[in-house]
């Protein structure tokens, strides 16, 4: 079967640093995505990996291990607008591509 | 801007009677999916369809159904709504094979059954 595990939720301040892990193991893997996710409104793209290392975006950054089946994000210079869910989500392939989520980890932002 | 669009954003449906939600593209991908999300927990694939090949997810309740008209349009069809049917219902789009641009999600409509 498919498994994604996240944290369920996480606090941090104002300008700090947090890292949100992922633990995978699935079938046909195809890339791992990590989406935002405001309460009540769908989610939105951050960033993709498919290949081991690390991406940077602006104050986000992902990495991905695919023998370890590990990724994590990485936000830097917290700030209240960041407080939102953090959805892991892996590609699988059977025949089409699916996007498979974690549980999402909801993040706290506090001043 | 091409977009995915789902309607309406909010439907409130009563108790076993049957309801369609909708969603469009501009984007011309061939896969659509529908997703659904209960409150707190991550979107769960219902079913999806690539061009026309529909795939069932194998726990999706026989009660959901899925039409696919033509390229730009999907719908999701509950017959017999229950309580526990209430969730927000993500509609997304690829082209095929994942890219790094990811899958374009729609802004969702928000079932209420009643």
């Known amino acids: 079967g498919q498994n994604i595990d996240q944290p369920t939720e996480m606090t941090a301040t104002e300008g700090a640093i947090v890292q949100i892990n992922c633990t995978y193991q699935?079938?046909?893997?195809?890339?791992l995505f990590w989406y935002q996710q405001h309460a009540g409104e769908a989610p939105t793209f951050l960033s993709y990996?498919?290949?081991?290392g690390l991406e940077e975006k602006g104050r986000f950054s992902s990495f991905l291990s695919r023998s370890k089946g590990y990724s994590y994000l990485l936000l830097k210079e917290l700030q209240m607008k960041d407080s939102a869910s953090y959805l892991c989500?892996?590609?699988?392939?059977?025949?089409?591509?699916?996007?498979?989520f974690g549980t999402g980890t909801r993040l706290q932002v506090f001043p | 801007d091409a977009m995915v669009i789902q309607n309406p954003r909010y439907q409130v449906t009563q108790f076993g009677k049957p309801v369609t939600l909708s969603c469009s593209q501009t984007?011309?991908?061939?896969?659509m999916y529908w997703y659904q999300q209960k409150s707190s927990q991550a979107p769960k694939l219902l079913f999806h369809?690539?061009?026309?090949?529909?795939?069932n997810e194998a726990d999706t309740p026989d009660n959901f159904q899925s039409r696919r008209p033509n390229t730009s349009f999907c719908f999701l069809d509950i017959r017999s709504p229950g309580l526990g049917d209430a969730a927000m219902y993500l509609c997304?789009?690829?082209?095929?094979?994942?890219?790094?641009?990811?899958?374009?999600f729609g802004s969702g409509t928000r079932l209420t059954v009643v």
């Open positions: 990996n498919v290949l081991d």
């Open positions: 997304a789009t690829s082209s095929y094979g994942t890219d790094r641009y990811g899958y374009t």
């Open positions: 369809y690539y061009d026309k090949d529909f795939n």
């Open positions: 989500a892996v590609s699988v392939r059977r025949g089409t591509d699916k996007l498979i």
């Open positions: 984007l011309n991908h061939n896969v």
């Open positions: 699935t079938s046909g893997f195809n890339g």
